[in-house]
């Protein structure tokens, strides 16, 4: 037991008064002479040792009451630390309230969200009106990021809200950190208030400012199951008018139990596609195919919906995508056509083919096609390579099919600049093609087996003589169709946000049977298909990332719009020129999931889909074992888990600061003596 005021026991001398006054009796007596005490001497013996008895009781009880108060004014307490902290002139208290959408879980309190916000108020009433305080919540607002009077904190703690914002420790610390570490005050304390999801508490961070001290307030749900959509993706990555797009939809169930005969819904621009049902293990997970057709070309609005209770925020899934109805192939030739190009795209409606010479080409119009062919030019210029270079940097495609008589020098010279393998000179031994890359996008629907693998029987071109394409390390070249002798016969590059195709044989008989093969349709045809670099079919709120759409940039004077549809929602994006596309940030001014339309003026420039973090969906957390464990590993100074059993924080943190005040109880035990006292003195004089 310490003392607050321990001056104060100098007053524990006061209890020499009652001693002196019963030492020494101040009564004067006088002797009365009685004729027979005879009868009189058993009950007279008895009486005074009852009387010596009460006024002893009487002495200890004052002696106690003064003691009693004595202590009650030096304050005493027991220590729950080692070092027992007074409070001081002035602190520094930074409070982060997590208000992601898991805290809206219900626990035996009510909700996690209220919860927080009643605890937060606890702690705030636990400081002194004079101190500072800072509120933090996962969306990171300005103007959380200053110390405010407990007045101003209270109010803007009632005006937070749940928020679509995820956080991970590290960031939280570091956040509250680069608050106090410009404080002036000593004493600076932070508090965490929060569900403490694994998803997003998983670590520490290492960022941390000595002489902080930091609690942890876990709070617990009463359930932690839940089932939602992950992601979603389509086969391939450009949808076309009139023919079968199909989209995947990953499903992951969080909890326990199974699920069964789950409705999957597909809305198309408002209107129900397709639905499905899915049976999905528990804790496991389910990729859901969803076939559907769209007969108008444009900007499309989908959502994937599921029903999930309590946990409802994210059941839908929206993306946005564009359909086609035809893709530009430009052929870049000198002299005579290619007949077997012309074969393949010259009556197709849905690949628009150009041929233009070399000679006619005007590099302005580039960025106006999908994919570029270069078809057995007999060399490729400097101008001509650095304009190809730029629209394949900008995420145009080019196919690269050589000539018996090509100067390679300058193929190469292209080549080596954009980081692809070179051609080597001819090697006029035989081969053939033995191997595909069936996982490859070139082949993917082109064999009709389950497993995708190529039939065994399939006839695969032969190959007489070939320019040997010769990789680097260095490159991000993929075979796609390899020989018997290890070389390959068709290599894809990826550079930057464009692709490079590359043939080793010219589309002559001379060299190989390829054009004449039944995979020479699904090869050059899918090729055009891949051409067009998709934007993302979707966004995540919170993410600072720019959106990379393929549009090119809003002309006019009239700044683009960004509106929700549907709904009220409005707001004018950043937009950044980026090659063929456009950069759009939104600075974090989305926040509510849904379907968007980028407009200029009157014009719909496409669509942008917003969903929220799915980190915030798996609702498993921390329990305080492994928050224990969690400390032990981190680098962060001063963390600990402050533990409540029920009471009050604010009571707690009284104790932590001041210790168990022990005066009430003296002064009560003062009182208590008191009235013993009295109850003595009244039996005494009867």
């Known amino acids: 037991m310490q003392?607050?005021?321990?001056?104060?026991?100098?007053?524990?001398?006061?209890?020499?008064?009652?001693?002196i006054i019963h030492l020494f009796n101040f009564r004067r007596?006088?002797?009365?002479?009685?004729?027979?005490?005879?009868f009189l001497q058993e009950i007279r013996q008895e009486t005074q040792k009852q009387s010596q008895l009460r006024h002893l009781l009487i002495l200890a009880l004052r002696i106690l009451a003064i003691a009693s108060l004595v202590f009650a004014f030096a304050q005493p307490y027991i220590p729950v630390s080692d070092v027992s902290k007074t409070r001081r002139a002035g602190n520094s208290v930074s409070i982060f309230v997590d208000n992601s959408f898991?805290?809206?879980?219900?626990g035996d309190n009510g909700s996690l969200f209220e919860e927080a916000r009643r605890k937060a108020r606890e702690?705030?009433?636990?400081?002194?009106?004079?101190?500072r305080f800072q509120l933090l919540t996962n969306d990171f607002e300005g103007k959380h990021q200053r110390l405010v009077t407990r007045e101003e904190f209270l109010l803007m703690l009632d005006e937070i809200r749940p928020s679509a914002s995820v956080r991970t420790f590290g960031e939280i610390i570091s956040r509250q950190d680069d608050l106090?570490?410009?404080?002036?005050?000593?004493?600076?304390?932070?508090?965490?208030?929060?569900?403490?999801?694994?998803?997003?508490f998983g670590s520490t961070g290492t960022l941390q400012s000595p002489g902080i001290e930091r609690y942890l307030l876990p709070l617990q749900a009463n359930m932690s199951g839940n089932l939602y959509i992950d992601t979603c993706w389509f086969d391939l990555p450009m949808q076309q008018t009139g023919q079968t797009s199909v989209l995947n939809a990953r499903i992951l169930n969080k909890s326990e139990n199974k699920f069964e005969k789950i409705p999957v819904r597909l809305s198309l621009n408002g209107t129900q596609k397709a639905?499905?049902?899915a049976d999905i293990e528990a804790g496991g997970s389910l990729v859901l195919n969803i076939p559907f057709t769209v007969y108008e070309a444009g900007t499309q609005h989908a959502v994937i919906e599921i029903t999930d209770y309590p946990v409802t925020y994210d059941d839908k899934f929206f993306l946005s995508f564009d359909v086609t109805s035809s893709i530009k192939v430009l052929t870049i030739i000198s002299g005579a056509s290619n007949r077997y190009l012309d074969a393949l795209f010259g009556q197709d409606s849905t690949v628009l083919m150009k041929n233009i010479d070399e000679k006619e080409l005007d590099y302005s119009s580039l960025p106006n096609y999908n994919l570029i062919i270069l078809n057995e030019l007999p060399a490729i210029s400097s101008g001509m390579g650095q304009e190809l270079s730029k629209y394949i940097s900008n995420g145009g495609a080019?196919?690269?099919?050589p000539t018996e008589k090509a100067d390679l020098t300058s193929y190469n010279n292209m080549l080596t600049g954009l980081k692809c393998p070179v051609y080597m000179a001819i090697d006029t031994s035989d081969?053939?093609?033995?191997?595909?890359?069936?996982t490859d996008p070139v082949f993917r629907n082109v064999f009709e087996k389950e497993n995708s693998e190529k039939p065994q029987n399939l006839d695969l071109p032969v190959v007489n003589k070939f320019f040997p394409i010769a990789s680097k390390a260095v490159t991000l070249s993929m075979p796609v169709m390899k020989m018997l002798n290890g070389r390959d016969f068709l290599v894809a590059t990826n550079c930057g946000k464009g692709k490079v195709y590359q043939l080793c044989v010219p589309l002559s008989g001379d060299f190989s049977n390829f054009q004449q093969q039944a995979l020479f349709v699904p090869v050059l045809y899918n090729i055009a298909l891949l051409s067009r670099p998709p934007a993302g079919l979707y966004s995540v709120i919170g993410s600072s990332n720019a959106i990379w759409l393929n549009v090119p940039y809003p002309d006019g004077d009239e700044a683009p719009r960004l509106k929700l549809q549907p709904g009220s929602f409005e707001m004018i994006p950043q937009i950044q020129r980026t090659g063929n596309g456009i950069n759009v940030f939104t600075a974090g001014s989305v926040k509510e999931a849904g379907n968007y339309l980028l407009t200029s003026g009157n014009r719909a420039l496409t669509g942008i889909s917003f969903n929220y973090n799915r980190n915030e969906s798996d609702l498993l957390c921390l329990t305080k074992a492994e928050l224990r464990e969690l400390i032990d590993k981190s680098e962060v100074t001063g963390l600990s888990i402050l533990e409540t059993h029920n009471k009050p924080v604010n009571q707690i943190i009284d104790e932590m600061n001041n210790g168990i005040s022990l005066w009430k109880w003296f002064v009560l035990l003062a009182l208590a003596c008191l009235l013993a006292e009295a109850i003595l003195l009244r039996t005494l004089k009867n």
């Open 102 to 106: 898991s805290m809206e879980a219900m």
């Open 3 to 19: 003392f607050v005021n321990p001056l104060f026991l100098f007053g524990l001398f006061a209890v020499s008064v009652p001693v």
């Open 123 to 131: 702690i705030a009433a636990a400081y002194k009106p004079s101190d």
């Open 29 to 38: 007596y006088r002797k009365v002479y009685f004729t027979n005490v005879r």
């Open 431 to 438: 081969s053939r093609v033995v191997s595909l890359s069936e």
């Open 275 to 277: 639905i499905a049902t």
């Open 180 to 200: 106090l570490k410009g404080s002036v005050v000593d004493q600076k304390t932070a508090y965490v208030i929060s569900d403490f999801q694994k998803s997003a």
């Open 398 to 401: 080019v196919a690269v099919i």
